[in-house]
């Protein structure tokens, strides 16, 4: 794969700016053709194809923040001089060819396109039926940014598949994939894991918990979870389940004032069955898998423990690895529930929301991977790099 030079993708990046902002008004009517052929009953899907002024800006800024990050290509990892005479440097390299599947977010065609690029990968991105017109303009805008700058429009290409040519594509790419990226829920995942048959990297699946320890700081439990579940429940990062330490100090008060507080911003509670004794007219969870499930909606699952390695072991068991909090001030505790929780991010009194490339510092991400392997949590430019070994030698034979 060719190198480019980093003046050369950051010419790219400025050349996207611009005609991103130039074109900022087309880009928000495509956008509406596709919001009005869209079932709105899905609030979540419908909240994430949403493109509008702010949603502009921020890909700008995601542009302009990639832009000012160091190339993270050809960075030396190690450097060493052996016995033998061997020289060996390991510097990152590129992944290759990175392709991302996604759904309804428009915005990922940017976001995640710019990171990939900047870190010298071609990117073949698979946007969702639902966002046709909006990835058709924006991919114009990319073609326009490359060609201006003397590259093929090839670097950065959108696959216009059916669903059963996607499938046939994961099993016989036309062209050699080294990464699979599917943006989305179960279904999704699932659907892309069964068919590729290069490395696929598993992201965007949420379904996070939160335990309030006996330790707890009520006020400030109350407010993390508003946080965490309202603020935008089409987030992976938003919060789906609590599990309450059933020896807090006046346990059924404060679980009916989270009730109350919860019914007052329209958050719909399903219950296990011992918080069902407390709160007697909410659902009650009929089946287990109601545990595994990302809702993606306001909607808030309250169950019962009884100390924190109870609640660990839910959490370890359910959760989908993406993020989990307690709240507690107690430190020992926090430090003991942040060690043994299997998440990528583990939190002390604040909220999941924050489980965000911005967020953490990392700056525009191409996802949040939940996998183990290469990297865990929000995927940014230096996390979109391999390594390679270059070995010098003077006829060093091995004997």
Not at 45 to 70: F, H
Not at 168 to 182: G, R, S, Y
Not at 279 to 296: H, K, M, R, V
Request: charged letters at 30%.
């Amino acid at each position: 794969m060719e190198l480019l030079h980093t003046y050369k993708k950051n010419d790219v990046l400025n050349s996207m700016i611009q005609i991103i902002d130039r074109e900022r008004n087309n880009i928000i009517k495509a956008n509406k053709k596709d919001l009005e052929a869209f079932n709105k009953e899905d609030q979540a899907l419908y909240d994430r194809l949403v493109v509008n002024t702010s949603k502009v800006d921020a890909m700008i800024q995601a542009i302009k923040e990639v832009g000012e990050q160091e190339d993270p290509v050809n960075m030396i990892i190690s450097d060493l001089t052996l016995d033998s005479g061997l020289q060996i440097t390991n510097k990152t390299a590129p992944f290759g060819t990175i392709m991302i599947i996604y759904e309804s977010r428009p915005d990922v065609t940017v976001e995640a396109a710019v990171v990939a690029f900047k870190a010298n990968n071609k990117i073949l991105l698979k946007g969702g039926k639902e966002a046709i017109n909006s990835n058709l303009i924006l991919e114009k805008c990319w073609h326009e940014a490359l060609e201006e700058n003397g590259l093929s429009k090839d670097w950065i290409k959108l696959l216009h598949l059916k669903r059963e040519e996607t499938q046939e594509f994961l099993k016989n790419p036309t062209e050699k994939i080294d990464l699979i990226v599917p943006r989305g829920g179960e279904r999704l995942i699932k659907f892309v894991k069964d068919h590729a048959t290069c490395a696929v990297l598993i992201s965007g699946r949420g379904n996070n918990f939160l335990y309030v320890s006996k330790n707890a700081d009520w006020k400030k439990a109350v407010k993390v979870i508003i946080n965490a579940k309202t603020d935008k429940i089409s987030g992976c990062n938003a919060l789906d389940k609590v599990l309450i330490d059933r020896n807090i100090p006046d346990y059924q008060e404060k679980v009916q004032e989270l009730q109350k507080t919860l019914d007052h911003v329209d958050v719909e509670l399903v219950v296990d069955k011992k918080i069902g004794e407390i709160l007697f007219d909410e659902t009650q969870i009929s089946n287990e898998n109601t545990w595994y499930e990302e809702f993606l909606a306001m909607k808030l699952l309250i169950g019962e423990v009884d100390g924190l390695d109870q609640a660990i072991a839910i959490i370890n068991k359910y959760s989908g690895g993406h993020s989990s909090v307690i709240i507690t001030e107690d430190k020992n505790e926090a430090a003991t529930f942040m060690q043994q929780i299997d998440s990528a991010a583990v939190y002390h009194n604040a909220s999941t929301r924050f489980t965000d490339g911005g967020q953490m510092g990392v700056g525009a991400e191409l996802a949040i991977s939940t996998d183990k392997l290469h990297h865990r949590g929000p995927l940014g430019l230096k996390q979109l790099v391999t390594n390679k070994y270059y070995v010098f030698g003077d006829g060093q034979i091995r004997e």
